[in-house]
């Protein structure tokens, strides 16, 4: 069964409602927290430790070596016990079975999300509610008013918010900004790109733990303010599949690519959005597993961008403009003139330079106060974007939207 619009977010509204109780402590906490001084060590919490999860808590533990960052890993959480005890063990933090809890530590500066995405903006609202800075993994939330939600609360709170595209962090990027906002391609028009993968039986079918059963996993826990369902293994280690807790292609693997495209032309609402696609060759999921999608923007620019999981060929990424285009050769940025314009453009070739790494520069940025590389704002207009991709293939329609106004129209 797959619920309407509506009654999904009527769902949501019923779950944040019904916590609010339970959460008014965490709640009550300062809405702008501690601030954190040069020489404070700031402590991290980690909220989800599947395998994306885990592999960051390693990583964080082993960047909290380094007196120079002065990071510590003070707790870890999971609804799904054998995860959280691994977790606990990595890190030899505090272990928390609800987030919530984790959010009253008093010391606890900021908090790492990597759960599912229909969790993103519940739990990224409470953080920043209860005074703690954000990273979400990508997408920064599973639907568009969710990302308005977030955006307006990160500027209200004060709160820093990265979104986990942690290409936005690559120099290439910002090198092609700069060409872009020097005019070097004259007018913009059209900027492609995509990620492509092969892989027999299918993509997120990742493994399934057989131990897991509901004693040693909160089933209500990891459904939240999804549709309630029976309990299922397949739906929670596979859940990438399934529209209730993921927004499939667009969400999981495009939001790398519309990051990076982000960073290069300067972020901006879209107009109108269109997608394409469809389960084509992986019948096991609700989710495509051949997505496009093409979406237009008020400065008369289209973007176009492609996904499968059935092939490794595709369509490069690429910004082009009237009188040049830009591509990468590896991390070189080049500009090649477009014929008509040979005598006025030349080729242009540019290497990154040192630029800090997305985790480095989300921890730069809890001490400085400045906005991440790849901040809610960004993310705000990149949901808006996959949101109404994935509307316009469900609905089997075009989506219009109005930048001023930030509204839906279609």
Known sequence: MTLSRNSRAINRREFIKGSAALGATVLAAPALGRAVGANDRINIGFIGCG????????????????????????????VYEPRLRQAKQISGARAFHDYREMLQMKNLHAVFIATPDHWHA?????????????????????????????????????????????GASKDRYWQARKLVRNRE???????????????????????????????NLDWEAFLGPAPRRPFSRERFFRYRKYWDYSGGLAHDLLSHTLAGLQVALGAEFPCRVMASGGIFAHHDRETPDTFHVMADFPTDHTMTLFC???????????????????????????????????KK????????????????????????????????????????????ANRSWREKKMMLFDPKTERVLT
């Open 122 to 166: 519940k739990m990224s609202i409470d953080a920043m509610e209860a005074g703690k800075d954000v990273h979400v993994e990508k997408p920064m939330t599973l639907y568009l008013d969710e990302a308005k939600e977030m955006a307006q609360v990160a500027k209200r709170t004060g709160r820093i918010v990265q979104v986990g595209a942690e």
């Open 51 to 78: 395998g994306m999860g885990t592999h960051h808590v390693r990583h964080y533990k082993e960047l909290s070596k380094d007196p120079k960052l002065n990071i510590s890993v003070a707790g870890v959480c999971d």
């Open 308 to 342: 499968t999981q059935a092939t490794r060929r595709g369509v490069e990424f690429e910004i082009r403009g009237e009188e040049a285009s830009l591509i990468f050769e590896g991390e070189t940025v080049v500009v090649h003139p477009e014929p008509p314009f040979s």
């Open 185 to 215: 391609l004259g007018k913009l028009i059209w900027s492609t790109g995509g990620v492509y993968r092969n892989i027999p039986g299918g993509d997120w079918n990742y493994p399934i733990d057989a131990n897991a059963n509901p004693s």
């Open 345 to 388: 453009r030349r080729e242009i070739r540019v290497k990154p330079q040192p630029r800090s790494d997305h985790d480095i520069n989300w921890i730069e940025c809890i001490r400085s106060r400045k906005q991440p590389h790849y901040h809610v704002g960004m993310g705000y207009k990149a949901m808006v974007i996959l949101c109404l």
